[in-house]
């Protein structure tokens, strides 16, 4: 089973970049990554997604100011985050896309990012 682990979450203003990192423990070469974030009383909601061919997806919400990425031979996806707004602020785990046979309801610590003037 793949593990992930996210790193690169800061308290920035608005206005300010961030770029997320996320670490897997086996090969993700074959497979479609997501990130997503939670904020309290919230289910964890999809906000980017890249497949194994590089085609990324966004939610609505970042769509223009978030980019992901992949390197494959690190076994790393990040999430380029510019133009953070205050209600980017959540915590932020990558997993693969709910739906994909190797999706597994089990979460890393996830990187906090908190966007606040």
């Known amino acids: 089973q793949v593990q992930f682990v996210e790193r690169g979450g800061d308290s920035v203003q608005p206005g300010w970049s961030l770029r997320l990192s996320c670490v897997a423990s086996g090969s993700i070469a074959q497979h479609p990554i997501a990130w997503y974030r939670h904020t309290p009383g919230n289910q964890r909601k999809l906000v980017a997604s890249?497949?194994?061919?590089?085609?990324?997806n966004y939610e609505v919400s970042v769509r223009g100011r978030f980019i992901i990425s992949r390197d494959n031979e690190k076994n790393t996806v990040h999430l380029q985050m510019n133009n953070l707004r205050p209600d980017d602020t959540a915590v932020y785990y990558c997993?693969?896309?709910?739906?994909?046979?190797?999706?597994?309801?089990?979460w890393g610590q996830g990187t906090q990012v908190t966007v606040s003037s």
């Open positions: 890249i497949s194994s061919y590089e085609v990324a």
């Open positions: 997993n693969f896309p709910r739906g994909w046979a190797a999706f597994r309801d089990n």
